[in-house]
């Protein structure tokens, strides 16, 4: 059974940064496409940032320069550093999983999400 945790979110001041984690279990990161989805009031979900098999990383315009994905391989656990975070940024964030392909908004294993809150 495959289990996503998130963590790390919180409130900031625009310009601050923070770290989410995911860890996994039953799910292997560095064998698939992982990534990290976000969700505001009102709006769709939206891609932020994923990582591939063979460790291509790929980023939504909004966090090209800001936000960057990472895995540690020894801890199965998948992260986002964001950095000069806007009030846009806020949203509840979701780390997701997929077998064989990468996931989308609507396909994949998702974890409770970790809100994150940027006030101006």
């Known amino acids: 059974q495959v289990q996503l945790v998130e963590s790390g979110g919180g409130s900031v001041q625009a310009g601050g940064s923070l770290r989410l984690s995911c860890a996994a279990s039953?799910?292997?990161?560095?064998?698939?496409?992982v990534g990290w989805f976000r969700q505001a009031p009102g709006k769709e979900r939206e891609g932020v940032a994923r990582?591939?098999?063979?460790?291509?990383?790929t980023y939504a315009d909004s966090a090209k320069g800001r936000f960057t994905i990472s895995l540690d391989n020894s801890k199965n656990t998948l992260y986002l550093r964001m950095n000069s975070l806007k009030p846009e940024d806020t949203a509840m964030y979701y780390c997701?999983?997929?077998?064989?392909?990468?996931?989308?908004?609507?396909?994949?294993?998702w974890g409770q999400g970790t809100q994150v809150t940027v006030s101006s």
């Open positions: 997701a999983a997929r077998f064989f392909y990468c996931p989308t908004a609507t396909r994949g294993y």
């Open positions: 990582i591939e098999r063979d460790g291509t990383t």
């Open positions: 039953g799910y292997t990161y560095d064998r698939n496409c």
